[in-house]
């Protein structure tokens, strides 16, 4: 490894933009299918692989919603992100805030209960084994429709505790923000936080809307604020955090290869971007691997890499004295020689 692949290895980092079901191994995903005696389309991890050729967000997305059947019990569910933050961990990453998509699994007759208990088993585990912190955010499917949205914050509600925000994913372009006003009211009544996936595919209308009507801390990719000069002046403005997903848009086609990535651009245009892995089993890399692919092809310096790593959580829900711990951390990371 040279300097800067260490730096990148060891450097403390949050993760915030990660799709729990995003992180299923196809080993794992043939495990679970075997204990829960699920047939499978696709008959080797080898095929599996193979198949994960993307030609946009929509394409992805059939393959990913077919390989989150074999999630069928409690303990796949915490097995799924025991297998997360193990990863997660060697990584660095201290702090993950994940999205999980309960309609994905209580569409299928799974009870929200089973989904979130498991996942909040792995999370508690997280924090006392691996010493790595993490919230939970429950993610709306736009392709569904708003009354569906509005019944999963209904099941959620008994839940609340365990749940620090709700999101917005799925098939963006068709789907604005503005057909969630509703249940993004609703949750911030209840004191949830908001963020949404929005300018990935859709255009830069899509995220002030995420700003405007949903309200939302965080856009979840935003790259595509670029395109509006008036969008970027205000993102810098109110210091909103854009968790960008390097290899997720190479894999997507957002950005025909890494090179033309623009998240260079988005630093310099002084906005909070950080980099995450959004679904890494699907991709080909964790978070490390995210920042060192958009090191590589964009030449970022020492000190980019440590205001990403900054960024991450600068743009966190973690509680300011959380967040100075783990700035100083960096601080003391940064400053050895
Ligand atoms: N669900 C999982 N990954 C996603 C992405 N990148 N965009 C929208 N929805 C998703
Ligand atoms: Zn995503």
Redesign the pocket.
């Known amino acids: 490894m040279n300097s800067l692949e260490t730096f990148i290895a060891g450097i403390p980092k949050a993760e915030l933009h990660l799709?729990i079901e995003?992180t299923l191994e196809p080993e794992l995903m043939f495990a679970l299918a075997q204990r829960n005696r699920i047939p499978l389309r696709l008959k080797s991890v080898e095929e599996v692989r193979r198949a994960y050729q993307f030609h946009n967000?929509q394409s992805f997305?059939d393959i990913?919603y077919e390989g989150a059947a074999v999630l069928i019990q409690e303990q796949d569910f915490y097995d799924l992100a025991w297998a997360y933050f193990e990863r997660a961990y060697k990584q660095n990453v201290r702090h993950a805030e994940i999205f999980f998509?309960p309609q994905t699994h209580t569409e299928r007759g799974i009870a929200f209960e089973t989904v979130i208990a498991g996942l909040q088993r792995a999370m508690e585990d997280a924090a006392s084994k691996l010493n790595v912190s993490s919230k939970l955010i429950l993610c709306f499917l736009r392709h569904l429709s708003a009354e569906s949205a509005v019944r999963t914050l209904e099941e959620a509600l008994p839940f609340k505790k365990w749940i620090t925000a709700v999101g917005l994913?799925?098939s963006?372009v068709g789907h604005p923000p503005s057909k969630f006003a509703r249940v993004f009211e609703s949750a911030r009544q209840e004191g949830l936080l908001a963020v949404a996936?929005a300018g990935?595919e859709g255009p830069p209308d899509y995220i002030w809307e995420a700003l405007d009507i949903l309200k939302v801390k965080r856009v979840d990719?935003g790259v595509r604020c670029l395109e509006d000069s008036r969008l970027v002046q205000r993102l810098a403005r109110e210091k909103i955090p854009l968790t960008v997903?390097p290899l997720?848009n190479i894999k997507?086609r957002v950005f025909e290869k890494m090179e033309h990535h623009n998240l260079k651009m988005l630093l310099e245009a002084e906005l909070t971007a950080t980099v995450n892995s959004?679904?890494p089993a699907y991709f080909g890399g964790y978070v490390a691997d995210n920042f060192l692919a958009a090191q590589k092809a964009l030449d970022l310096s020492r000190d980019q890499i440590a205001t990403l790593a900054r960024n991450s959580f600068e743009g966190s829900f973690l509680s300011g004295e959380e967040r100075k711990r783990y700035l100083d951390e960096i601080s003391r990371y940064c400053a050895k020689p």
């Open positions: 799709h995003g967000l997305l990913y998509d994913d799925s963006e996936h990935e990719h997903c997720s997507l959004d679904d």
